[in-house]
C-alpha cells in the first residue's frame, strides 16, 4: 500500500482549494456588453492552472519508499522573523509610505531567508521601490500611499 507523503496531503489540500477557488470564479457577475474576455476568464485560467499542478505533484509524490520528515531540521526563526517582518510592512505602509517600508521590506527579506550580501540587496530593494513607485504613480496613473513624503 502506498503511503501518504506530506507533497500528497498538500496536494490534496491544494486541489480542494483550487476546485472551490474556480467554482467562485464561475459565479462571477458577467458583462453586460459584449466582451471578448468576460471578468471570469482569467481567474479561472488561474484555478485550472493550480488544479493541474495539483494533480501532477499528486501524481508524482506516490512512492513506496519510506521519506524523512520534511519537518525534520528545518529552522523556522527565520520564517517567523518574515512573518513579523510582513506584518510590521503592512502596519507601516500608511504612515511611512511605499517606498520607504518598500525598500526595508526588501533589504531586509533577504537576511531573514539567509542571504548574506548586503551590497547586493540593498540597491536591489531601492531600485524596485523607487521603480514600482514611478511605475503605478506616473504610468499606471494607480496611487501608492506617499507617507511622510506627502509633506
Known amino acids: 500500500m502506498k ?3 506530506s507533497d500528497r496531503w498538500i496536494a490534496t489540500g491544494s486541489i480542494i482549494v483550487s476546485v472551490l477557488y474556480m467554482l467562485a470564479a464561475w459565479k462571477l457577475p458577467r458583462f453586460t456588453m459584449a466582451a471578448v474576455v468576460d471578468a471570469h476568464v482569467f481567474p479561472l485560467f488561474i484555478g485550472v492552472c493550480q488544479l493541474l499542478l495539483s494533480l501532477w505533484l ?5 512512492s513506496d519508499k519510506k521519506q524523512d520528515s520534511p519537518w525534520q531540521g528545518l529552522e523556522l526563526k527565520g520564517g517567523a522573523f518574515l512573518l513579523l517582518l510582513a506584518a510590521m510592512y503592512i502596519e507601516a505602509l500608511e504612515m511611512l ?6 525598500f526595508l521590506f526588501l533589504a531586509l527579506a533577504p537576511r531573514c531567508l539567509g542571504w548574506q550580501k548586503w551590497r547586493v540587496s540593498v540597491p536591489l530593494a531601492a531600485i524596485v521601490a523607487l521603480g514600482v513607485f514611478y511605475l503605478f504613480n506616473n504610468i499606471l496613473m494607480v496611487p501608492l500611499p506617499e507617507g511622510i513624503f506627502a509633506l
Not at 509610505?97 to 518598500?102: D, L, P, S
Open 3 to 5: 503511503q501518504w507523503t
Open 58 to 62: 499528486w501524481m508524482i509524490s506516490s
Open 97 to 102: 509610505g511605499f517606498i520607504i517600508t518598500t
